[in-house]
């Protein structure tokens, strides 16, 4: 009976990153990360920490994106062109392809007569339960909403209650609503 023999192969990370939120550089876990040159398409899911690799791909000019289909229209995808090649020796050249994903947003600023912001004031999209709440200078953000007509709430203590509608196009489209409310 012949012996076993063992070979030992050592893989080597060719393109590796991070995937993130455009809008607050989090982490994004279990993105869709795909690579692709010509007919060939390798895919991967990014960690808990926004982390992805690709082992042992051959040399070549490759295009990886990162999309978040469980999210919905909440991001948008981004792409970034990487080369992988070898030196004399044999080893790779890792390639980096750090991705931010547009989150899709609305955001502005509430104000009262004069101009000065309202602080406080309660953004609310309805349907949904997202909210946010105006910073000192009135400025707010919800970021990572669903795409689509999108009817926002505002409220605030002294003040009218307001409602406007807006679009967001497209998943990672940002819209800016800025709102002047009326005293009571």
């Known amino acids: 009976m012949a012996a076993l023999q063992w070979e030992i192969r050592r893989h080597q990370a060719a393109v590796a990153g991070r995937v993130v939120d455009a809008q607050t550089e989090k982490n994004l876990a279990g993105t869709l990360v795909v690579v692709t040159a010509g007919p060939l398409r390798w ?4 960690g808990h920490d926004g982390h992805f690799h690709f082992l042992d791909l051959p040399d070549g000019a490759y295009v990886v994106t990162a999309s978040y289909p469980t999210g919905g229209s909440r991001y948008g995808s981004a792409q970034a062109n990487v080369v992988v090649s070898r030196d004399g020796t044999g080893r790779v050249h890792m390639a980096t392809a750090d991705l931010a994903l547009p ?10 007569p004069g101009g000065q912001g309202v602080v406080m004031a309660e953004i609310v999209l309805e349907g949904s339960g997202e909210r946010a709440f105006s910073a000192a200078d009135g400025h707010y953000a919800l970021v990572g909403v669903e795409a689509g007509l999108r009817r926002v709430r505002l409220r ?5 209650p307001a409602t406007q509608e807006v679009t967001l196009a497209a998943a990672g489209a940002v819209v800016t609503l800025n709102v002047a409310l009326t005293p009571i």
């Open 43 to 46: 895919e991967s899911r990014s």
């Open 103 to 112: 989150a899709t947003t609305v955001r502005g600023r509430i104000t009262r």
């Open 156 to 160: 605030a203590q002294g003040f009218q």
